[in-house]
């Protein structure tokens, strides 16, 4: 293989084949390497040494296999938009196999647009250079900020065009997961009322992604505690930057804890709970503030798929599992406050906190003002002493009355002075959590557009240096800090397929 090494450790692929079809990737006519991420093939002891472009192109589109690859397509169901669909299935994507990376964790390596497969249903199996493009930088975004993502190792062009709207350039990408497990994956096989399955599929979800919960008495219960403490993190965390998903399909809830399918995401530029950027998601069902509610809606079809492993006595099972449920959402109001706390520089917990954090939400909206260069310039007020509000440097401007901010900023200022860390400390622990740079949604299409239309990847390539570092100040990224002008604002995003 050209002295390509990749030391695959299969797993998945050795479970009954009703979990999965085997199949091989569908050749291209011309792959052609346009990124490859080097720091995670090292991360997963791939070996590159003396492998040119030519050679990782052909293994990352498919043309050929790494020895020890198991190429498989995994099956799941889903609800999407909270209609059932019994058999989705990966019908684009394939994944090669797993291996064990440097830090002895279990990882997946999947390629996305390498042809169809017994899932893909009328589709045609191939992914187009945008969404490729879009999942590798933003991806890679999430991860620098500290966020449980899947990662981006490669994406190629194949030489050929795929029709959506309009012809376009056909792309592969290669993804790295802790699992491609997901919620739908346990509705495929509850929904054929295959117990056994069910069964077995957690059995691997604990040993994989929560062994602790494997010795407790009730194990099946325990992952669905973990499950959901972790979901609940996580989408703090997404929420913490901005971030909307914009698909939260259950098909889409990855059962490791990762945020997975980078399809019609945004970030908020303007603070707006209700903000929708996704084409397809016309109810706003996954709209910014409905994130929590929808990833409840997900653990509960999660725990519908458990309930018969948790108890061997039914009521007492659908009783645990529903304890679980409603918990979900005072744990998520924990992880989102302690959060919001930690971006507003406060190190202890007070009673009036909630109250602190939801009147500058409030104040944001009706001001028009954008959520992350907000909480980045706060520190220059937290380094205040006494100095009021309205004469400092700092988010004033943002807003559209700055008097309303002042009102805001005097209040916070005077919570600040109940707490003992010198204001040094204070901001070093709020720069540590409020990104300088995002992946804006203006900046991310400028990327793609340029390579698309002009085959000019530069934009691409410095977009991913911009946000490798999210949380430095890097003068010469200033630029992709800035919120959009009206002209470049992106009001829709758009799925892959």
């Not at 930057?241 to 980078?262: C, K, L, P, Q, R």
């Not at 989102?336 to 202890?348: N, P």
Request: glycine content about 8%; aromatic content about 8%; charged content about 20%.
């Amino acid at each position: 293989m050209d002295g390509l090494r990749i030391a695959f450790a299969n797993t998945y692929a050795h479970l009954p084949e009703g979990f999965f079809a085997r199949v091989q990737p569908t050749a291209v006519a011309q792959p052609r390497l346009l990124l490859l991420n080097r720091t995670l093939a090292e991360e997963l002891g791939i070996g590159l040494d003396g492998v040119d472009d030519d050679a990782l192109a052909a293994v990352f589109s498919g043309n050929r296999l790494a020895e020890g690859s198991e190429p498989i397509s995994l099956a799941y169901a889903g609800h999407q938009f909270g209609g059932f669909s019994p058999q989705l299935g990966d019908g684009r994507a394939i994944l090669l196999g797993e291996v064990l990376d440097r830090q002895g964790r279990r990882r997946d390596i999947q390629l996305k647009g390498s042809g169809r497969t017994p899932y893909s249903r009328r589709g045609d199996g191939r992914a187009a250079l945008g969404p490729v493009l879009r999942e590798y930088i933003v991806s890679e975004a999430m991860h620098a900020l500290g966020i449980p993502s899947t990662r981006a190792l490669a994406a190629v062009t194949t030489g050929e065009p795929v029709f959506r709207d309009a012809l376009l350039p056909g792309a592969v990408f290669t993804r790295v997961a802790a699992s491609h497990i997901r919620v739908g994956t346990f509705q495929y096989f509850a929904a054929r009322g295959d117990a056994a399955a069910v069964r077995q599929l957690a059995q691997v979800a604990l040993e994989r992604h929560y062994p602790e919960a494997g010795g407790s008495d009730r194990p099946f219960l325990a992952l669905l505690e973990s499950f959901a403490r972790r979901h609940a993190a996580l989408v703090a965390q997404w929420m913490g930057v901005g971030f909307i998903h914009g698909v939260m399909n259950t098909d889409n809830m990855a059962v490791s804890g990762e945020t997975i399918d980078f399809g019609p995401c945004a970030f908020l530029e303007a603070y707006d709970p209700q903000a929708v950027f996704s084409a397809i998601d016309e109810q706003g069902r996954y709209a910014y503030a409905n994130q929590p509610w929808a990833a409840q809606w997900n653990l509960a079809r999660f725990a519908e798929t458990l309930v018969p492993l948790i108890d061997p006595d039914a009521a007492r099972a659908a009783e645990l599992a529903q304890a679980v449920v409603r918990a979900f959402t005072a744990t998520f109001e924990r992880e989102w406050l302690a959060l919001m706390r930690r971006k507003l520089g406060l190190f202890t917990a007070q009673d009036d906190d909630a109250d602190l954090v939801g009147s500058l939400l409030e104040t944001m909206h009706g001001q028009g003002a954008d959520f992350t260069v907000t909480f980045r310039r706060l520190d220059a007020l937290a380094l205040a002493d006494g100095t009021p509000a309205g004469a400092a440097a700092g988010p004033r401007a943002l807003f559209a009355e700055p008097a309303a901010f002042d009102a805001w900023a005097s209040r916070w200022q005077q919570r600040l002075r109940r707490e003992a860390p010198a204001p040094a400390a204070r901001v070093a622990a709020m720069r540590a959590v409020n990104p300088a740079r995002i992946a804006r949604n203006h900046r991310v299409e400028q990327a793609l557009s340029a390579a698309i239309e002009r085959g000019d990847m530069a934009p691409a390539r410095e977009l991913i240096a911009a946000l490798a570092q999210p949380y430095a100040d890097a003068p010469a990224f200033d630029a992709y800090a800035a919120p959009a002008a009206p002209a470049e604002r992106v009001l829709r995003t758009f799925c892959g397929t």
